[in-house]
């Protein structure tokens, strides 16, 4: 069965420390996959999405994701973390089917540390 | 830009009351999700539907049951609330382009938070 796995609960980084939030999905094809954001008490924000070609992607708000399926990973990366990135993150796949569904990670919460 | 909005942020309710959440799009998307969150677990799809009057089963769906008589309307409804349905609860919608992986980009809106006692 698909699955999305997000092996950090809970990540805390210094601001100014760069980032790197894993993801490894399990999927036969070739995937469809996202990251969202969600802010404390906020709906899920796209961050950025894989579809096709460059398998680097650039998002939203300076993160980047690199797509390696020989590891079937999908890993989140910042550079330079800013306190207002504290929030959970999560990582989705889509399906493939017609009914356009995506599935989640358990999401990974991150912490910046002044 | 798409607007996703909840009828409520936040709701208490009792055990054994009928509850409706409502949703609402603007984008004339075809697809509404409903979602429940909870911590450790992520997001789990209750129930979807792909066109009006259409609905699907998602992986919880037990307890639960939507209404879509418009387009832009997706309701969720907890028939006789339970303290197990506790939760956070998001929806979102998307449009069904079949070309493109842009297909399955949800837009989510701010969520409610339901508490039952």
Redesign the interface.
């Given at each position: 069965a698909q699955s999305v796995t997000q092996p950090d609960?809970h990540i805390t980084v210094s601001e100014g420390a760069s980032l790197e939030l894993r993801c490894n999905y399990s999927y036969g094809a070739t995937p469809?996959l996202?990251w969202?954001v969600q802010s404390p008490?906020?709906?899920?924000?796209?961050l950025l999405?894989y579809?096709?070609g460059d398998t680097l992607v650039q998002g939203i708000k300076g993160f980047e994701a690199e797509f390696k399926r020989s590891q079937s990973s999908f890993n989140l990366r910042k550079p330079s973390v800013h306190w207002s990135d504290a929030a959970e993150y999560?990582c989705a796949v889509?399906l493939g089917s017609?009914?356009?569904?995506?599935?989640?990670?358990?999401?990974t919460r991150l912490s910046i540390r002044p | 830009d798409v607007k996703v909005t909840q009828s409520s942020r936040y709701l208490v309710k009792r055990t054994g009351e009928k509850v409706f959440l409502e949703c609402v799009q603007d984008m004339d998307h075809e697809n509404m999700f409903w979602y429940r969150q909870d911590p450790g677990l992520g997001l789990r799809l209750i129930y979807f539907s792909y066109d009006v009057k259409m609905k699907e089963k998602g992986d919880i769906p037990e307890g639960y049951s939507v209404s879509r008589e418009k387009k832009e309307r997706f309701s969720l409804i907890l028939e006789s609330a339970s303290t197990n349905q506790t939760s956070m609860y998001l929806c979102a919608s998307s449009f069904p382009t079949r070309t493109s992986g842009s297909a399955y980009e949800q837009y989510f809106g701010p969520g409610t938070r339901l508490t039952v006692t």
């Open positions: 609960i469809y996202f969202y008490g906020q709906g899920l924000q796209l999405k579809f096709s999560f889509a017609s009914a356009s569904k995506i599935i989640f990670g358990s999401g | -």
